[in-house]
């Protein structure tokens, strides 16, 4: 069955998907900088009224765990925000374009954190978008 995106259900499946990619465990084990939240900007026309964000909390190749929000507030405490449209997320999870490359070129805009120290782990950011590519979405337009 197919999962929204984004939802709740969705960013429980991709914490799954993430710690079973054995190649994210491994090149992403190295990391210690904190959480990652993936935010998506409004778009009325799609129904989303407000941001929503996937919040995974990422160590040394493993997601610890993952919340899904629409308030503000629960981003205060995560060192990494990356926001981008709907469009770009969809654009990044089915492989039309390189999150990297996206970051580089302002698709995907990093407004919270160190842009190269999300760089410096081009392998491990592979990995995570490899891990969502898994998980049978529905994408809402």
């Known amino acids: 069955m ?3 995106f984004p939802s709740a259900a969705w960013a429980d499946a991709y914490r799954d998907a993430i710690n079973a990619n054995g190649l994210y ?3 992403a084990a190295g990391w210690d ?3 990652i939240a993936l935010v998506c900007k409004e778009e009325p026309a799609l129904g989303l009224d407000t941001k929503h964000a996937i919040i995974l909390d990422l160590h040394q190749g ?4 993952v919340q899904y929000a629409t308030d503000p507030a629960a981003l205060t405490s995560t060192p990494f925000i990356i926001e981008a449209s709907y469009a770009q997320w969809k654009a990044v999870m089915t492989g039309a374009v390189d999150p990297i490359k996206a970051m580089l070129q302002g698709q995907l805009r990093l407004t919270k954190g160190h842009l190269p120290t999300i760089i410096r ?3 491990g950011s592979k990995q995570l978008v ?5 998980i049978d979405t529905e994408f809402l337009a």
């Open 25 to 27: 465990k491994k090149t």
């Open 33 to 35: 900088q904190g959480a």
């Open 130 to 134: 490899l891990s969502a590519r898994v």
């Open 121 to 123: 782990d081009v392998e």
């Open 2 to 4: 197919a999962l929204v």
């Open 62 to 65: 493993s997601c610890r765990g």
